[in-house]
Nanobody
Framework: QVQLVESGGGLVQAGNSLRLSCVASRRTFKMGWFRQAPGKEREFVAAVYCGDGSTRYLDSVKGRFAISLNNAKNTVYLQMNSLEPGDTAVYYC???????????WGQGIQVTVSS
């Protein structure tokens, strides 16, 4: 089992920044962020592979969001810059043990961007 604890959400104005953090109870193969806006499906936002540090992003956040990893602390961060109202969602941290689907999920944290 892997427990994930997210922090750092909140309410910000458009154009500002937020940093989300997620602490895992142990190291995993990959960690990622997903989000779900009201009335929409959950979507992938970003991922980092814990072995080589390679990253993946949703096209609409490339250049604005950055995912990073502190392996010593089993912590993944999502730096979100130039936030837009369309980024408003509940953000979920996830961890996976291999290249397949993610195995563990955090409880979710609200990010609200006002115009």
């Amino acid at each position: 089992q892997v427990q994930l604890v997210e922090s750092g959400g909140g309410l910000v104005q458009a154009g500002n920044s937020l940093r989300l953090s997620c602490v895992a109870s142990r190291r995993t193969f990959k960690m990622g962020w997903f989000r779900q806006a009201p009335g929409k499906e959950r979507e992938f936002v970003a991922a980092v592979y814990c072995g080589d540090g390679s990253t993946r992003y949703l096209d609409s956040v490339k250049g604005r969001f950055a995912i990073s990893l502190n392996n010593a602390k089993n912590t993944v961060y999502l730096q979100m810059n130039s936030l837009e109202p369309g980024d408003t969602a509940v953000y979920y941290c996830a961890a996976g043990l291999n290249y397949g689907p993610y195995d563990y999920w955090g409880q979710g944290i609200q990010v609200t961007v006002s115009s």
